[in-house]
């Protein structure tokens, strides 16, 4: 009864009553879905490009200023402390003024600050242009997630995430490819022109995306919930075991992701390759995440979302501890591609999964508390990768640790996470879970 309410609600505000779909938002497949996913999309992809690009600028800027092993690590670090606060500030003023709304704002928000690096004339001036566009970038991608999570029936939800998330991807390969063709003839100042480029397409997305019509619904029927209040119902009894499992799968994920993927260009040049040759191989490795993601995205809906989870991040860890003792070049190749797969196919499962666990009222709260949490590990990751190669540690010895981080994360997974495939998280049970204590 509850649910044919919702549905003639939304089709009287013209949301659904279109599509013939329920009250999440219709079908993927068609037309409006298609489009949502697309616009969302591509503002993932001009994430990644710009996450992806400090990568290949950190290994130009190494030889342009002079720059040591921990003054890399610290600004690829300083720009994970800009997307944990971006993802606990964004994730919570997307519950109270609407998805919509705050993508756009921190889509422009990081676009300008990269645009801005390229102007960059000293590190500290660089590292405080990083931490705006962290903050920008880090508060976009858990409202983007929410947005098409919330936007799409149950049963089609979780493929859409995954395939939201392969935007990742295409964006780092469009980073691996200014990498390979624009930095060694045009610079690095060329490669951060270039993302800022999403600022013009915030433009089109403010006609193009609209918040879900049951997050629009509730506001409408029910008065807000104070921060506090939704930050405390994070941690209520029906809610505590699935938010201390997503917080520790956040942070050793983004942690051990971050740690190796942003050091991926310095690790192969410190493997004995060229510059140019580094970025090469990085462009291959990076070019296995997309059938990583699709591989996620077609098993989600048939295994469930912890089981792929538990496969896709036991096969990372294993690859991560092959690619550290990886010593020629098809072991190195062969490794750093697997693990490409495996981390990102992973990545979009995670995306998927962390939505479905809260209600409308709290969902982006929920899911920005949770990336905030796990970009603490952004932060410690490629800032300890710096700091023990500055010390003397191999490159085994590194990516050991990001295998056994990895391992716990699975661990606490499977002792505390819940199987979400199908599951409405505002249905009554999961109202109530939210309710108590």
Excluded at 126 to 153: H, I, M, N
Excluded at 181 to 194: C, K, L, Q
Excluded at 323 to 344: E, H
Aim: charged fraction near 15%.
């Amino acid at each position: 009864m509850a649910r044919a309410l919702t549905n003639a609600r939304a089709g009287r505000n013209g949301q659904i009553g279109r599509t013939g779909h329920d009250g999440n938002g219709g079908n993927p497949g068609n037309t409006r879905q298609r489009k949502l996913l697309l616009s969302a999309g591509l503002s993932w992809l001009f994430d990644a490009m710009d996450v992806g690009l400090i990568s290949f600028v950190a290994a130009a800027l190494a030889a342009d200023w002079d720059l040591g092993k921990q003054q890399l690590g610290f600004l690829a670090a300083i720009g994970s402390v800009g997307m944990a606060v971006g993802a606990a500030v964004a994730g919570s003023m997307a519950d109270r003024y609407g998805r919509r709304a705050i993508l756009l704002a921190t889509l422009l928000i990081f676009s300008v600050a990269s645009g801005l690096s390229a102007l960059a004339t000293g590190f500290a001036m660089l590292c405080l242009l990083r931490f705006a566009a962290g903050f920008g970038l880090g508060g976009e991608l858990p409202v983007a997630s929410t947005l098409v999570s919330e936007s799409v029936r149950a049963e089609d939800r979780g493929r859409a995430v995954v395939l939201l998330e392969s935007f990742w991807a295409v964006g780092w390969i469009a980073a691996a490819l200014i990498g390979y063709f624009v930095i060694p003839d045009y610079g690095w100042r060329t490669a951060f022109v270039i993302g800022a480029l999403p600022c013009l397409y915030a433009l089109y997305l403010r006609r193009a995306v609209q918040d879900p019509p049951r997050f629009k619904e509730q506001q409408r029927s029910r008065a807000r919930v104070k921060l506090r209040d939704r930050f405390a119902q994070l941690w209520a009894p029906g809610h505590r075991s699935s938010t201390i499992a997503l917080w520790v799968l956040w942070f050793t994920v983004v942690f051990s992701y971050y740690g190796m993927f942003l050091w991926l260009p310095q690790v192969m040049v410190l493997k004995g390759f060229s510059l140019v040759k580094s970025f090469e191989y990085v462009l291959f490795m990076t070019l296995a995440q997309l059938p990583g993601y699709f591989s996620a995205a077609w098993l989600i809906e048939k295994l469930g979302r912890k089981p792929v989870l538990t496969i896709y991040l036991t096969c990372t860890a294993l690859c991560a501890w092959w690619f550290g003792a990886s010593t020629s070049d098809a072991m190195l190749m062969t490794s750093g591609a697997c693990l490409s797969f495996f981390n990102l196919g992973a990545w979009g499962a995670m995306y998927a999964y962390t939505p479905e666990l809260y209600p409308t009222r709290i969902r982006s709260t929920g899911v920005g508390m949770a990336a905030s949490f796990g970009r603490i590990g952004g932060v410690i990751g490629p800032y300890l990768v710096g700091y023990l190669l500055e010390r003397g540690m191999g490159i085994n010895g590194v990516f050991l640790i990001f295998c056994v981080a990895i391992a716990v994360g699975v661990v606490v997974l499977l002792a505390l996470g819940t199987e979400t495939k199908g599951v409405d998280p505002d249905a009554p049970v999961a109202e109530s879970a939210g309710n108590a204590g």
